[in-house]
């Protein structure tokens, strides 16, 4: 059973990972696709799941809340480890270094909040095509 809830703390650890990287590769993505005419960076659905993204993260760190997924993993590490936190496997310990560093409450508000108004300044630069509107 320890294998078991190990392999789902890792699944929950990628899926939080791809989370980030949507977010933050999203916006590059929408930038570069300005300048070189990338279309779907235009898309609405794309622009709104990526603003809601974003928001969702903003909201937690105004609240002060710990993100589901961080909440899901560690419980799902304690109960692989009989109360240890990381026994490290290749995926968790990799995964964790790029995503999880320490700093204060207010810096990583400041940078969540910073990257929300570079959201909502696309918006306004690389504007989204509304649903049903065709390409001229």
Same mark, same amino acid.
């Not at 310990?93 to 508000?109: I, K, N, P, Q």
């Given at each position: ?61 105004? &609240?002060?809340?710990?993100?589901? @997924?961080?909440? =899901?993993?560690? $419980?799902? #590490? ?36 910073? &990257?929300?108004?570079?959201?909502? @300044?696309?918006? =306004?630069?690389? $504007?989204? #095509? ?7």
């Amino acid at each position: 059973m320890t294998r078991f809830y190990s392999s789902l703390a890792d699944a929950v650890l990628v899926v939080h990972f791809a989370y980030v990287a949507f977010v933050v590769v999203g916006l590059l993505m929408i930038w570069v696709g300005y300048f070189l005419r990338w279309s779907f960076v235009r898309n609405f659905w794309f622009r709104l799941a990526h603003l809601c993204c974003m928001g969702v993260v903003v909201m937690e760190s105004v &609240f002060g809340m710990t993100c589901p @997924l961080t909440t =899901w993993e560690m $419980k799902l #590490r304690l109960l692989a480890s009989s109360g240890q936190y990381y026994q490290g496997s290749f995926i968790q310990h990799w995964v964790h270094r790029v995503l999880f560093y320490s700093a204060s409450e207010g810096v990583f508000l400041a940078i969540y909040g910073s &990257f929300f108004v570079l959201l909502l @300044l696309s918006l =306004w630069i690389v $504007k989204p #095509r509304w649903p049903g509107h065709r390409k001229s």
